[in-house]
T-cell receptor, first 114, second 114 residues
């Protein structure tokens, strides 16, 4: 699976958009980009995933560059409850009895300030 | 309640003791996973299971045993606990294979081996 690079930490004001970047310059054509987050003392939580096109759900938007070498997770109106570690993960699909392992790196610590 | 649960949430045990961490999910998901999370290492996969009676090793399986006699349960046993197994353990489950899928994580078990 492709390696990802994320900033160690970021700050954001409450109510503003939080834009979390992720570099995955060695991504292959069949690898997806996933975002998870982990709020303190809780298990990781799935946010969103994408392959080529930009994606949006009720939690966030995912913008993937045309060359797919980087992506940005956007939390449109950050709240204090969005303070968490955000993980960008790149992995291949898996089928049958095999599976696609999620490799969690160090992630980005996002702190949302009042 | 529907979802994925882990028990106990906190456990203190002595070196050499056997301890079993329980994981239960109510979605009938095929895939289940055990991760451990340590400072400086992120989440690392211990074992996973593609279905009842099908299990396989992850990145760090030594010292652990798993079983999956029922789809909804995936217990993790430390046969002879060591201090290096002090960690936070997360169980996860996933419904789909062969297509992009998300993993749903439990709340975690904090294990201390003295």
């Amino acid at each position: 699976d492709a390696k990802t690079t994320q900033p160690t930490s970021m700050d954001c004001a409450e109510g503003r958009a939080a834009n979390l970047p992720c570099n995955h310059s060695t991504i292959s054509g069949n690898e997806y980009v996933y975002w998870y987050r982990q709020i303190h003392s809780q298990g990781p939580q799935y946010i969103i995933h994408g392959l080529k096109n930009n994606e949006t759900n009720e939690m966030a938007s995912l913008i993937i560059t045309e060359d797919r070498k980087s992506s940005t997770l956007i939390l449109p109106h950050a709240t204090l409850r969005d303070t968490a570690v955000y993980y960008c993960i790149v992995r291949v699909n898996a089928g049958g009895t095999s599976y696609g392992k999620l490799t969690f790196g160090q992630g980005t610590i996002l702190t949302v300030h009042p | 309640d529907a979802g994925i649960t882990q028990s106990p949430r906190y456990k203190i045990t002595e070196t050499g003791r056997q301890v079993t961490l329980m994981c239960h999910q109510t979605w009938s998901h095929s895939y289940m996973f055990w991760y451990r999370q340590d400072l400086g290492h992120g989440l690392r996969l211990i074992y996973y299971s593609a279905a009842a009676d099908i299990t396989d090793k992850g990145e760090v399986p030594d010292g652990y045993v798993v079983s999956r006699s029922k789809t909804e349960n995936f217990p993790l046993t430390l046969e002879s606990a060591t201090r290096s197994q002090t960690s936070v353990y997360f169980c996860a489950s996933s419904e789909r294979t062969g297509v992009p899928y998300e993993q749903y994580f439990g709340p975690g078990t904090r294990l201390t081996v003295t």
